[in-house]
């Protein structure tokens, strides 16, 4: 394999496999508020927790909450990685990846 650090994005949108969108209405800030500390090293600073990670980014896709996974963090912190996985499968929540992912 030519580069072994994966790139790509998992998209975890808010909308689970039923069709229902998923609730609270604010679940995709509070996930992503819980992953903020994720960050490249040396960017963190006093006020990293005021921002989100640039690894997990809530977004709006089609008019409904979503959120970006940077495959980068899958080198940061597996863990980490794992735990966004981990919530979108428990959440039965539908998930889409673009690029090359790591698989799990």
């Keep these: 394999m030519p580069n072994d650090t994966p790139s790509g994005e998992l998209l975890i949108y808010g909308v689970t496999r039923a069709g ?5 209405s604010d679940w995709a800030e509070r ?12 960017s963190g600073g006093p006020n990293a927790h005021l921002g989100y990670s640039p690894y997990v980014r809530p977004t709006m896709i089609e008019g409904k909450k979503a959120v970006i996974v940077d495959a980068r963090l ?10 966004m996985v981990s ?5 039965d929540l539908l998930t889409e990846q673009t690029g ?5």
């Design 31 to 42: 996930l992503c508020g819980v992953m903020s500390s994720f960050r490249p090293e040396g």
């Design 100 to 104: 090359l992912l790591p698989r799990i």
């Design 20 to 24: 229902q969108v998923f609730r609270p």
């Design 87 to 91: 919530f979108a499968r428990d959440n």
């Design 74 to 83: 899958w080198d940061l912190d597996l863990r980490a990685y794992d735990f």
